[in-house]
């Protein structure tokens, strides 16, 4: 298992910008499939974005595709949510989480093991 340490997260206007963070510890980061998922007040969480261990397929929501884009710089450990465009929805605590293996395969939380402890991202309107 990794340890998992979340960063960047803060308050925004909208249609402005963000950079999450998530540092891995660990020398088995590159053989770990990462995911950022996000949960809102009163809501269940669900899955953001995910990148398979060598960064060379990427997976989003729907409802953030287009502006979100997942990236991971191995050498470094770290794993990177950049969020443009953001929206008054978009309003969670964001979570970084791990698996080892190759790739995801659309199981959401269920299939990460190892979660950071959050990140609060707020979108003002």
């Known amino acids: 298992q990794v340890q998992l340490v979340e960063s960047g997260g803060g308050l925004v206007q909208a249609g402005g910008f963000l950079r999450l963070s998530c540092a891995a510890s660990g020398r088995t980061f590159s053989s770990y499939v990462m995911g950022w998922f996000r949960q809102a007040p009163g809501k269940e969480r669900e899955f953001v974005a995910a990148?398979?261990?060598?960064?060379?397929?990427?997976y989003y929501a729907d409802s953030v595709k287009g502006r979100f884009t997942i990236s991971r710089d191995n050498a470094k450990n770290t794993v990177y949510l950049q969020m443009n465009s953001l929206k008054p929805e978009d309003t969670a605590v964001y979570y970084c989480?791990?698996?080892?293996?190759?790739?995801?395969?659309?199981?959401?939380?269920?299939?990460?093991?190892?979660w950071g402890q959050g990140t609060q991202v707020t979108v003002s309107s």
């Open positions: 989480a791990g698996q080892g293996g190759l790739d995801y395969t659309g199981l959401g939380a269920a299939e990460f093991g190892s």
């Open positions: 990148i398979s261990w060598n960064g060379g397929r990427t």
